[in-house]
């Protein structure tokens, strides 16, 4: 069965500076994977996605990962936060089955400082 | 990508009681999902609602508690039935945005249920 595990459930970091969110998943098919951002009383917005195309993905707002498949990682970067990038992030997978349903990470709460 | 209209947006509700929330999507999808976020937790899926056959329900959720109807391609609603406080959640519907799951997937805004 399929999971995802995001390691960290809080980060902060100082506004300008990296950020770095991880995830490791496991699954038996060819995943794929997508990162979900939530903000305060707002709904789910799809940042990026990965579908055994690139294995590093661009997504909205400067955002992107980097599949790995030997490290069954998917973790998350920006060069440079903002402080419009605190809320909560949640990785998830989605087996190409016939129940297309997806799974999701426990999130993690970013935090950023100015 | 799919638009969802996702209603009531919240409501506070007495325990005992039910409460209909009702998904509105503005193309024709095969299958729609439901999810519930407990407060501080990530989202947990409880049915897959088709199109002209009986909900999927995940393993603890069952659909006395949870009746699920989909009446066209568009339109899905999902009832949470004699509430109790632990079920004060947000509750959301889901569906792909394209084609096939490597789309990804369009969420409703939620409604966020108080139980009192």
């Known amino acids: 069965a399929q999971s995802v595990t995001q390691l960290d459930s809080h980060v902060s970091v100082s506004e300008g500076t990296p950020v770095l969110l991880r995830c490791n998943y496991s699954s038996s098919y060819s995943p794929s994977l997508f990162w979900y951002v939530q903000h305060p009383n707002k709904g789910l917005q799809l940042l990026l996605k990965y579908t055994s195309a690139a294995t590093l993905v661009k997504g909205i707002n400067g955002f992107e990962a980097e599949f790995k498949k030997s490290e069954t990682s998917f973790h998350l970067t920006k060069p440079s936060a903002h402080m419009s990038d605190a809320a909560e992030y949640f990785c998830v997978v989605s087996e190409v089955d016939s129940s297309y349903k997806l799974i999701f990470g426990s999130g993690t709460r970013l935090l950023v400082r100015p | 990508s799919a638009v969802i209209s996702q209603k009531p947006s919240r409501d506070i509700c007495q325990r005992g009681t039910s409460l209909t929330i009702q998904c509105q999507v503005d193309s024709q999808v095969t299958m729609m999902f439901w999810y519930r976020q407990q407060p501080g937790q990530s989202l947990t899926l409880i049915a897959t609602?088709?199109?002209?056959?009986?909900?999927?329900?995940e393993s603890g959720f069952v659909i006395d508690k949870f009746p699920i109807s989909r009446p066209n391609l568009t339109f899905s609603t999902l009832t949470v039935s004699n509430m109790s406080p632990e079920d004060s959640s947000i509750y959301l519907c889901s569906v792909a945005a394209g084609p096939t799951a490597n789309y990804g997937y369009t969420f409703g805004s939620g409604t966020r249920l108080t139980v009192v």
């Open positions: 609602a088709n199109q002209g056959s009986e909900a999927t329900y």
